[in-house]
T-cell receptor, first 111, second 120 residues
């Protein structure tokens, strides 16, 4: 089993749609969770951290389910500019607290 | 602030050649990292450094060496390039992990623009 697993997609959605991605992780001791965004041929950039209580940033909502060991990202009112690859990132405390990146989920928003 | 910069942006090598990738950051970050990214796979950690003069192995260190002689620079060396090292290389830096407002420990990593390396 991969340490951090994501559906690679692509998710093809029309503008204005709501779309959700899930990500599962294998280490129950993980404490830090993030969503990064990566545009084509660019570097990853932090989109948002994921907190235990869930958190929202504008059209983006992130949630954590520790019992089932997954995190989710919900995007409301999708924009063309949301088209990118979304990377799920989890820390692994027993490996020097390093971050492990998922392979990413591709989102394509079409007009 | 330039953030994290990488040189070169592109490079083509022949098998057996050597090269050094340079990463520089101007954010006074303690931690620096080298990753490689291959199609269908997540970023994989090659080596990392928790401070000037210290380095440690990551997930896929074989065939690579690193040095951190100055806090702002982190060099990745390929002594004898192989086709399996064709990849996109990203450098990243971060502060020490610290407690966020929800009590979680985290260390946001800032990435450079990447180096696209092809080994023939």
């Amino acid at each position: 089993r991969k340490e951090v697993e994501q559906d690679p997609g692509p998710f093809n959605v029309p503008e204005g749609a709501t779309v959700a991605f899930n990500c599962t992780y294998s280490n129950s001791a993980s404490q830090s969770f993030f969503w990064y965004r990566q545009d084509c041929r660019k570097e990853p950039k932090l989109l948002m951290s994921v907190y235990s209580s869930g958190n929202e940033d504008g059209r983006f909502t992130a949630q954590l389910n520790r019992a089932s060991q997954y995190i989710s990202l919900l995007i409301r009112d999708s924009k063309l500019s949301d088209s990118a690859t979304y990377l799920c990132v989890v820390n692994f405390p027993l490996r020097g607290n390093k971050l492990v990146f998922g392979a990413g989920t591709i989102l394509r928003v079409k007009s | 602030n330039a953030g994290v910069t990488q040189t070169p942006k592109f490079r083509v090598l022949k098998t057996g050649q050597s090269m050094t990738l340079l990463c520089a950051q101007d954010m006074n970050h303690e931690y620096m990292y080298w990753y490689r990214q291959d199609p269908g796979m997540g970023l994989r950690l090659i080596h990392y450094s928790v401070g000037e003069g210290t380095t440690a192995k990551g997930e896929v260190p074989d065939g690579y060496n690193v040095s951190r002689l100055k806090k702002q620079n982190f060099l990745l060396g390929l002594e004898s390039a192989a086709p399996s090292q064709t990849s996109v290389y990203f450098c990243a830096s971060s502060h020490l992990g610290h407690r966020g407002r929800h009590g979680s420990s985290y260390n946001e990593q800032f990435f450079g623009p990447g180096t696209r390396l092809t080994v023939l």
